[in-house]
């Protein structure tokens, strides 16, 4: 360090040794006498901490470029001056930003601003911009800048300016509350690095705990099923090795930003103790940038990430072909289950098995699970593609099985009863059951069966949609969605149209699923503007929602099948759960979700004991006992 203070590696100094033994300051200019070598000048142990604290790091691999041309050892690079195209250690961007004030710096990834860095750009601002070399002395409150005496005297004429005396005893009290606040922000990110310490300790013996369970359960199980268990131990283990990993990065992250706060306060201490007002003042605008980058890491939400093991103790004694675990990782997760293949031997090219299915043996305080059972047949073709599902007076229920061409009737206990084929080998669509005649739609046509399968008619459709989804309204009418043409047409036992309803002043994309409450009122999911329309039988709107309230905080939905309750409550699946909403059509509650073991809900339908039917994508079927009074 030269004894104008400013610093240089000693190489850099060496090189600047004139032939009479004297170096001059490449930043002030003075001119000192070295006859006694460089290596006598006074040592600036602040630089060398931190070129230090730098080298520790293991993965450092660039170095700085003026070290590496002077001989000396390699020295890690921080910054790189895009001007010069150079990578430069603490004390030569120092050096470096100092002399060339209008290069341009940045610093390398995996660095941060820290003591040195501040003093860089403490160095460069209480030079004029406009004049390099020469310091400032007044404040402009018109541009709210610093200014040299000559800017002050020309371009600043007219400028309303201050003293740095005056403007520095202004800028103190300030500075001293942004360095309160830097204390404050540094507790809290040392209160988070605690939490984030617990939270890791809270996933460790949550893990010892499942492991325990997983364990337990094994013991009470045939051999079949040891491979099942070690794989979800496996993704059990996988899950909370990068939960850990995600906590560690979140904990380095505010272990380097509380490095940096108390590094950055020691120096703004050190310039409040100097008196040095041209620093003071230029010292709040670097402390406010501090400020700023002392944001919080993201840290995973530990109750929402944290797993939790569900035993299906009921499904023990069908272990050949259901899952005995289900995994789930935190509340809005999907649940992660181990499949075990179907013992269905298809006669064609071969159907994918269905993945088994764990439903949640209590899903919530207003759902409760019956049972559920596998819609896949032993002529199956392919995995079951449920797309429409009705349930008639007697308690049958009736879905239709598109990729197979199939409408598949079982009791409301999932016992198999009939398959109905549509003539033309037709595939089956949306499927409604009214005054004991089931209506099907497939393409542009409409069908309309005996429950034995016998047809009773087939009627052309209106437009030329891909599909039409059917709802029935008692036993008087089967309403069909019209899709893009956003109307309802309605047929009556005997085949003929009784009326057509379009909503009034209404102007939709496409109709898909619908539902006919108790009172007559259509409640459709518009496809194309993700909303739920609600409208009487004279077409006039009653309700329009498009997004949801939870927690305080607006949703958008996107509404597929809907059904209505025997209370003409609303119940609305999404991709992975199902909504209940009000008759009026206000957001209720959320129903189900994939904690409670839904796996893609398709259509759903509520049978006459008021207990809710849903297809799901694995091609099963899960009934629910509801209560939502």
């Known amino acids: 360090m030269l004894p104008c203070a400013h610093t240089y590696c000693q190489g850099c100094l060496e090189k600047m040794v004139r032939s009479d033994r004297k170096v001059q300051c490449p930043e002030c200019r003075e001119v000192f006498d070295v006859r006694g070598g460089v290596s006598k000048l006074k040592t600036n142990f602040h630089i060398n901490s931190l070129m230090d604290i730098i080298m520790s790091k293991e993965n450092e691999k660039v170095v700085c470029s003026w070290c ?291 439903p949640h043996p209590q899903p919530r305080q207003r759902a409760w699970n019956l049972h559920c059972f596998n819609t896949l047949l032993g002529g199956d073709l392919c995995v079951p593609n449920l797309t429409g599902v009705s349930v008639s007076s007697d ?37 409604a059951i009214f005054d004991d005649t089931i209506a099907c739609s497939s393409g542009n046509r409409l069908y309309m069966l005996d429950m034995d399968g016998t047809m009773q008619r087939k009627l052309l459709l209106r437009g030329s949609e891909s599909v039409y989804h059917l709802a029935a309204y008692r036993d008087e009418y089967v309403a069909v969605n019209e899709g893009s043409m956003c109307s309802l047409s309605l047929y009556n036992i005997n085949g003929k149209m009784v009326d057509r309803v379009k909503p009034c002043g209404y102007e939709g994309e496409r109709f898909l699923f619908l539902a006919i409450n108790s009172d007559e009122r259509f409640i459709v999911a518009d496809y194309g503007k993700k909303c739920i329309l609600i409208f009487d039988r004279d077409g006039c709107v009653l309700a329009n929602c498009d997004q949801v309230t939870m927690n305080g905080v607006g949703q958008a939905i996107n509404p597929c099948s809907i059904c209505t309750d025997k209370d003409n409550n609303i119940l609305v699946t999404e991709r992975n759960r199902i909504l209940l909403l009000w008759p009026s059509g206000d957001f209720r509650e959320e129903l189900l979700t994939t904690a409670d073991g839904l796996l893609k809900p398709r259509v759903i339908t509520v049978d006459n004991c008021n ?14 006992q509801l209560d939502l009074s």
């Open 68 to 358: 590496a041309t002077a001989g000396r050892r390699e020295t890690p690079a921080v910054a790189r001056c895009k001007t010069c195209i150079k990578c430069l250690c603490p004390p030569c961007k120092l050096t470096h930003g100092t002399a060339n004030p209008r290069h341009v710096l940045e610093d390398l990834p995996g660095h941060i601003a820290g003591p040195c860095e501040v003093e860089t750009r403490m160095q460069k601002m209480i030079y004029c911009q406009s004049h390099p070399g020469t310091l400032v002395d007044h404040l402009c409150n018109t541009c709210k800048s610093v200014i040299c005496s000559s800017c002050s005297s020309h371009a600043h004429a007219k400028h309303s300016k201050v003293s740095l005396a005056k403007a520095g005893a202004t800028a103190r009290p300030t500075v001293m509350n942004l360095m309160e606040r830097l204390k404050t922000d540094t507790q809290s990110l040392v209160q988070q690095e605690d939490n984030i310490i617990q939270a890791m300790e809270g996933m460790k013996a949550t893990e010892r705990s499942l492991m325990s369970m997983i364990e337990c359960t094994l013991a009470e199980v045939i051999n079949n099923l040891i491979k099942q268990g070690d794989t979800i131990k496996d993704t059990l283990s996988s899950y909370v090795r990068e939960q850990e990993e995600l906590y560690k990065v979140a904990r380095d992250d505010i272990q380097i930003k509380i490095k940096k706060a108390k590094d950055t306060r020691e120096f703004s201490q050190g310039v409040l103790g100097s008196g040095k007002m041209r620093e003071i003042v230029c010292l709040r605008s670097v402390v406010e940038d501090q400020i700023d980058g002392l944001q919080a890491p993201r840290v995973p939400d530990n109750k929402k990430t944290r797993p939790s093991l569900t035993v299906n103790e009921s499904l023990k004694s069908m272990l050949s072909h259901s899952n005995l675990f289900s995994l789930t990782f935190g509340e809005d997760s999907a649940t992660k289950i181990l499949a075990a293949p179907a013992k269905s031997k298809p006669r064609k090219s071969p159907a994918k098995s269905p993945l088994s299915y764990t």
């Open 395 to 431: 308690g049958i229920i009736v879905v239709a099985d598109q990729d197979n061409s199939l409408l598949k009737c079982f009791t409301d206990y999932g016992h198999f009863t009939a398959t109905i084929s549509l003539p033309d080998d037709d595939d089956p669509c949306s499927v």
């Open 611 to 624: 207990n809710l039917v849903v297809t799901q994508g694995n091609g099963f079927i899960t009934v629910y």
